[in-house]
């Protein structure tokens, strides 16, 4: 099955792998056409996000995040990286694996299993700290340390366009 067929399974089960998988996926186009669907999505996920565990730090479940990404994806809103701050199970040192960013420094507190990321994104340039901490197994408290791009939304674009053309 595919991921929005997972999604709109209404089997939790399912729900919940596919929202990893969308945690996880990074293709736009693929999220793009997951994204299409996102009305479809949360109709068939209202009774599902309820009764799936939410994690205590950000409040969020990971199908909430699932949803919150494709909304950003969908709405071009930017650089997938801003939204690892949303979401404390964003490992560096995973990331750096994948290419996705660049540990610039790192210091690890043995004693207390903690440790102290700077990185930046290798596609955007956004510079990061990260602190690791344990709960229940390692968390990763992402800060975007870059001033926040505003870059308009599409629909904004084409409205002003629009409006432009209108008066050529
Ligand atoms: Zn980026």
Known sequence: MSILEN?????????????????????????????????AIKKATKNIDKDSGTD???????????????????????????????????????????????ISDKVEDAKNWTADYRCACT?????????????HGPLYVWTNLSPPKKKPPETLIKKTINYVRKRL
């Not at 956004?126 to 602190?131: A, G, H, I, L, R």
């Open 56 to 102: 205590l730090i950000t409040n969020n479940s990971p199908l909430s995040f699932a949803l919150l990404k494709l909304k950003f994806v969908k709405d071009s809103a930017g650089c997938q990286c801003e939204l690892y701050p949303s979401n404390p199970f964003f490992n560096p040192n995973k990331e750096a694996e994948e290419g996705l960013i660049i």
């Open 123 to 135: 596609k955007c340039g956004n510079k990061f700290k990260v602190k690791k901490v344990e709960y």
């Open 7 to 39: 999604l709109l399974s209404g089997d939790p089960q399912k729900v919940w792998e596919a929202s990893f998988d969308v945690k996880n996926l990074r293709d736009e186009e693929e999220l793009r056409s997951i994204a299409d669907h996102i009305q």
